[in-house]
Nanobody, 112 residues
Framework: VQLVESGGGLVQPGGSLRLSCAAS????????MSWYRQAPGKGRELVAS????????NYADSVKGRFAISRDNAKNTVYLQMNSLKPEDTAVYYC??????WGQGTQVTVSS
């Protein structure tokens, strides 16, 4: 049972990244999924969430209009499309299944 994030990296302000989180070992299509992030010296915060079927999404105010969460239940994968990135988006990004399973995280750094 695991979640594996990928897609992080270094990007300039205004740029885009797409994070992926591949799930295995459980029935992915029955689990709500979320993306969290943790910046240096700060607590972990919820960025976005999506229902099991993908029909309901929620976003933190700080990313509304810039980030989009989606999922492909056939591929057991949840995504986070991040556009118009800002330096304050720099953090380790984690995906989480609704039953409290966490991935290992992927670093996103926004800097010129």
């Amino acid at each position: 049972v695991q979640l594996v994030e990928s897609g992080g990296g270094l990007v300039q302000p205004g740029g885009s990244l797409r994070l992926s989180c591949a799930a295995s070992g459980f029935v992915f299509s029955t689990s709500g999924m979320s993306w969290y992030r943790q910046a240096p010296g700060k607590g972990r915060e919820l960025v976005a969430s999506i229902s099991s079927g993908g029909g309901v999404t929620n976003y933190a105010d700080s990313v509304k209009g810039r980030f989009a969460i989606s999922r492909d239940n056939a591929k057991n994968t949840v995504y986070l499309q991040m556009n118009s990135l800002k330096p304050e988006d720099t953090a380790v990004y984690y995906c989480k299944a609704s039953f409290n399973l966490w991935g290992q995280g992927t670093q996103v750094t926004v800097s010129s």
